[in-house]
């Protein structure tokens, strides 16, 4: 994916969201991937109740969750973020 493509997203997050994110050890770059691909393909949850979205993306071997709102053209407000590393071997 050419990176400017996503780099041009802004994000919008709390402090508390921030401190998350840091201490998931999860960066703006990797959030703004999985939204950009959420948005440019479609592939996201839309939670009616709370009007927020909920998309992933695997990055490497690593699945990232994103959940999400619109605040503006190409700025999001990031709720939450987590990952998980998995291996599924046959």
Do not use: C
């Not at 109740?49 to 994103?66: N, P, Q, S, W």
């Not at 959940?67 to 709720?79: D, F, M, N, P, R």
């Amino acid at each position: 994916m050419p990176s400017q493509e996503y780099e041009t997203i802004k994000l919008q997050k709390s402090e508390e969201v921030s401190e998350i994110l840091e201490s998931r050890h999860i960066l703006d770059d990797e959030v703004k991937m999985v939204i950009h691909n959420a948005e440019s393909k479609g592939e996201k949850l839309y939670q009616p109740e709370t009007g927020r979205f909920l998309a992933k993306l695997k990055i490497a071997d690593v699945t990232f969750y994103v959940e999400y709102s619109l605040a503006g053209e190409k700025t999001y407000i990031v709720h939450t973020a987590y990952s998980h590393r998995a291996e599924l071997e046959e």
